[in-house]
């Protein structure tokens, strides 16, 4: 069965420390996967995807980057934390071929 | 614009009752629609999925409707449990080249079950 891990569960951070949340998949192979931000009474909001290892794409500008350096490992990661980067942050993935997404438990970041 | 809008944002009942989420969408081209429960501080799980030929589909105590002409989708739960309270996720997806899907998500109803 595929499943899926996100770690870490709860992250507070200082403004300007780094950031590096990882997502991995287990149980399939060539997934897309997504990161998306969640924030209060709104919709989530789709940062990242990638259709292959190296391959990211952007859907919004922003503080933050995305790697894939391994074909079922997502990373999410920023160099100097604002505030506004606070948020429940989730990584997805799709098998390849299914039209369903499969989310991780979340990482809850507070920039303090 | 591409968007999903969810009503109403949150909603009390008591134990046992029924109660009935709405979600409208503009989107195109629209390929599914997707019920997603969000439990406090955990990932979406999907409840249902509807195609654009399907009207109905049942999962459990949740029956999801789907009206592709007026673009409109309800949720449905039957003698709710405590165990409901969750915030409900409306998600449309459209079908992008390269094997890409675009997801467009509601911002969700917070549904409350008491004693």
């Known amino acids: 069965s595929q499943t899926i891990h996100q770690w870490p569960a709860t992250l507070v951070q200082p403004v300007g420390s780094p950031l590096s949340l990882e997502c991995t998949v287990e149980?399939?192979?060539?997934?897309?996967l997504y990161w998306y931000r969640q924030a209060a009474g709104r919709g989530l909001q789709l940062l990242f995807y990638?259709?292959?290892?190296?391959?990211i794409s952007s859907e919004v500008p922003q503080n933050l980057s995305a790697s894939r350096p391994q074909d079922r490992q997502f990373i999410l990661s920023s160099k100097k934390l604002l505030l506004s980067d606070s948020g429940f942050y989730l990584c997805?993935?799709?098998?390849?071929?299914?039209?369903?997404?499969?989310f991780g438990a979340g990482s809850r970041l507070t920039v303090l | 614009k591409n968007q999903v809008e969810q009503s109403p944002q949150s909603l009390i009942i008591l134990e046992g009752k029924n109660c009935t989420l709405q979600?409208?969408?503009?989107?195109?081209?629209?390929?599914?629609l997707r019920w997603y429960k969000q439990d406090t501080g955990r990932g979406p799980v999907s409840l249902t999925i509807?195609?654009?030929?399907?009207n109905t589909k049942s999962n459990g105590r949740y029956t999801a409707t789907l009206d592709a002409d007026t673009k409109q989708s309800s949720l449905h739960i039957t003698a709710s449990q405590l165990s409901d309270s969750a915030s409900y996720i409306c998600?449309?997806?459209?079908?992008?080249?390269?094997?890409?899907?675009?997801?467009?998500f509601g911002a969700g109803t917070r549904l409350a079950v008491h004693p």
């Open positions: 997805a993935f799709q098998r390849s071929g299914a039209n369903v997404l499969t």
């Open positions: 149980g399939t192979s060539n997934p897309n």
């Open positions: 990638s259709v292959g290892i190296g391959q």
């Open positions: 979600c409208n969408y503009t989107v195109s081209p629209f390929s599914n």
């Open positions: 509807m195609t654009f030929s399907e």
């Open positions: 998600v449309v997806t459209s079908y992008f080249s390269g094997g890409y899907n675009k997801l467009i």
